[in-house]
């Protein structure tokens, strides 16, 4: 089994799994209707983006685990996305969580469109296209509610001082993100860090408002430590699954 690349399709694909997971809690509680049915959609590409990768890790494994058996019967600790997805929150935090992850996900996806690996490339060639669009919606609505008024400023800069703290493990390479690199089979994170640094210092410019610089950087969920909150979004997400398992429509 080629364990970097398994590791890797699982990090992209717990990414948008457990996002989409996130976006759905606001399906009926978003504070208008044209923003509830765009997360809805929103969270459908990344669910869709999810079943592509973890549909190959489950091949790469070559244990006949598929998606729906990676998604729904792993424990926390096999999971492999990066804390920032996972976090919970208000409205604000909700936006301001998808713009973090966009900022980090278009150049990420873009990058691996010349993977080495041939499946890779076609996944990210598809999702590409769809991260482009989630990247246009977040960035304005940052800006819409950064330089809006005061109460809305304020629940953005509140959101973005919660969140900073976790972009740092996005663009933080280790050993698995390193071997692919130097096999051409994913880009080197200093790029996408690079992208990603560009894109939100000229977003916050223009939303007014400022990151945290001096945040202390959290990380571990590429390696399977997740925060508390993780658990009982896990548990939401696979309770059907486990409590009858092989159910079929």
Known sequence: MDKDLFEFTLRMGDNALILAQRNAAWCGHAPALEEDIAMANVGLDLLGQAKL?????????????????????????????????????????????????????????????????????????????????????????????????????ARMQAALDDLWRFVGELTTPDVVDEALRARAAAPDLASVKAEFDRVTDATLREATLAAPRDATMRKGGKTGYHSEEFGYALAEMQFLQRAYPGAAW
């Open 53 to 153: 990768w973890l549909t190959l890790a489950g091949e790469i494994e070559g244990r006949g685990r598929d998606a729906d058996a990676l998604a729904y019967f792993r424990d926390a600790r096999a999971f492999r996305n990066c804390l920032l997805v996972e976090q919970p929150g208000d409205y604000a935090a909700a936006l301001m969580r998808q713009f973090l992850f966009d900022a980090w996900h278009l150049p990420m996806l873009s990058e691996l469109t010349t993977s080495s690996e041939p499946r890779v490339a076609e996944i990210a060639g598809k999702a590409v296209k769809e991260a482009e669009y989630h990247l246009d919606r977040s960035h304005d609505l940052i800006v819409r509610l950064g330089d809006g008024h005061a109460e809305s400023h």
